[in-house]
């Protein structure tokens, strides 16, 4: 397994892992609108602060964390919009080793925190509180629909 980073050449392997995830369960989400899913890869990997890393089984994407980088006054943090493992991997340890080998490299980047939100009801809460993350106390998302 390696892990990489990503960079435009890899798009069209990122949206067709997203989507072969986030649009079957747990999620359910509706990206077959091509252009909208476009345009949200591209505001996560197209900033001058994005970063986004591929797990690779060989030369196959097996794994995808999207995000960006984002300094705090508490210091500097990782902020995790979509991290997620192939269907097809998972319950292998593979998203553990994943998430392990981006602390390993945000850490030599001198990134102090790793940031991330998920739902309690579906099985990512679980996970990422088995691998080390911790509510913070007293923050709440707000939604306002328009």
């Given amino acids: 397994m390696d892990i990489i980073k990503l960079g435009a050449d890899r798009f069209g392997e990122i949206k067709l892992l997203f989507r072969d995830v986030f649009m079957n369960e ?22 001058r602060n994005s970063l986004a890393f591929g797990l690779f089984d060989e030369d196959k994407l097996v794994g995808i964390a999207l995000g960006s980088i984002m300094h705090w006054c508490s210091g500097t943090e990782y902020y995790i919009y979509e991290f997620c ?6 319950h292998e340890g593979l998203g553990t080793v994943f998430l392990h080998g981006i602390e390993d490299i945000v850490r030599d980047m ?6 991330l939100q998920t739902e309690k009801n ?24 328009l």
Avoid: M
Wanted: net charge negative; with cysteine.
């Fill in 122 to 145: 579906v099985p990512a809460y679980d996970f990422y509180r088995k691998n080390g993350f911790t509510e913070l106390e007293g923050h709440v998302s707000l939604v306002h629909k």
């Fill in 110 to 115: 001198r990134i102090d925190h790793i940031f």
């Fill in 26 to 47: 747990p999620w359910c989400d509706d990206w077959s609108d091509d252009i909208q899913l476009t345009e949200y890869l591209l505001d996560l990997t197209g900033n």
């Fill in 85 to 90: 493992i192939s269907r097809s991997r998972q």
